[in-house]
Structures are given as C-alpha cells and as structure tokens.
C-alpha cells in the first residue's frame, strides 16, 4: 500500500502535471472504436466526446478506414490549470475493413460526441439467395 501511495504522489508531482494523464506522455490519445456489420453496411462507431465536426477527417483507401482529427486544449480566461485528465492532440485510427465496400455511397453522422460512419457493402460483397432449380 505504501509503495502505492509513493507512486501516486509522484505522478502528482509538479514536475509531471505538464504532461496531463500520464498515458499521454508515452502515447498519443486513441478513441474508442466499434465495428459492426449487418446484410447491407459496416458501421463505424467511433467516441469522441467535445470535438467539433470541423476537426474530424474520415478517408477510406484500398480498404482501409482512417479517421483522425485533434482535440486542442480549450483555452481558459486566465485561470491556472490545476489538474488535466481529458486527452488532448491528434489522433489517427485505421482499421481495415472486412469485406469491400461502396466508396461513393459512405456517409458519416456526428451527434452527441459519438461518430457514426457507415460504409455500405459493395454488391459483390452482399450475401446473395442463390435459388435451387
């Protein structure tokens, strides 16, 4: 329990608070990230709470969605920060897609602070009912 405490007050040490959560310091932030897929669509369900829609960028390329974007600190009216535990920066997700899709049919929402991309299934990528003669 001792050595605990020892390790908690030193990343609470000064010479550490610059650094906000001390994941940071070793790792860029990651959002959290979903995949699903249904007959027609792979949806993308992505969080990424108090960003604007103006700083996310969506691409896909040979089978790949890449989301990224920055959250920037928000500025205060002169007030000191005394502790930081949201992420802040750039951050970059791939995730390569399980079946082709339909690049010119994608479509993303932005509601709440959660990102939905969906990516509807090429034609050939759909199930298809094959009739028995």
């Known amino acids: 329990m001792s050595l605990r ?44 709470p108090g960003m604007r829609k103006e700083d996310i960028e969506i691409s896909l390329h040979d089978g790949t969605l890449i989301i990224s974007g920055e959250r920037r600190r928000e500025t205060s009216n002169g007030e000191k920060t005394e502790c930081t535990e949201r992420y802040i920066g750039k951050f970059r997700r791939s995730i390569t897609l399980p079946v082709r899709v339909d690049a010119n049919r994608v479509s993303a929402a932005y509601q709440d602070g959660i990102l939905t991309v969906t990516l509807p299934k090429a034609e050939e990528a759909k199930p298809k009912q094959i009739p028995v003669g």
Request: glycine share 6%.
């Open 5 to 48: 405490d020892d390790l908690n007050s030193l990343f609470e040490s000064p010479f550490w608070s610059g650094f906000g959560r001390a994941g940071q310091l070793f790792s860029a932030w990651s959002p959290a990230l979903d995949l699903y897929q249904n007959n027609d669509n792979v949806v993308a369900i992505v969080e990424l």
